[in-house]
């Protein structure tokens, strides 16, 4: 079992930026393949960045040269680092846990932080 929570959202305005962490608890952080998702009102939820175990990285299209994902096993934190942000990437951002095995998978969300970019 992993919890997780979320912090670090707001509001910001246009250009600038803010980093995201999400502290784990209940289990082994560093098996976990880590990511960032997020969801605008009226929209489905969308993949943001991805970090794996072994500190593969994958981005969006729309967000990558401006955000970074990175992780601190020791600290049991993933942390999205958001620069240059835009009016179209306000959501809620939603941090995840994943595991995949062969009989099945463990996978848990937070309760999201809401990241707001208006003037």
């Known amino acids: 079992q992993v919890q997780l929570v979320e912090s670090g959202g707001g509001l910001v305005q246009p250009g600038g930026s803010l980093r995201l962490s999400c502290a784990a608890s209940g289990s082994i952080f560093s098996i976990y393949d880590m990511g960032w998702y997020r969801q605008a009102p009226g929209e489905q939820r969308e993949l943001v960045a991805t970090?794996?175990?072994?500190?593969?990285?994958n981005y969006a299209d729309s967000v990558k040269g401006r955000f970074t994902i990175s992780r601190d096993n020791a600290k049991k934190t993933v942390y999205l680092q958001m620069n240059s942000l835009k009016p179209e990437d306000t959501a809620v951002y939603y941090c995840n846990a994943i595991r995949k095995l062969l009989t099945r998978t463990y996978d848990y969300w937070g309760q999201g932080t809401q990241v707001t970019v208006s003037s």
């Open positions: 970090i794996t175990s072994g500190g593969s990285t």
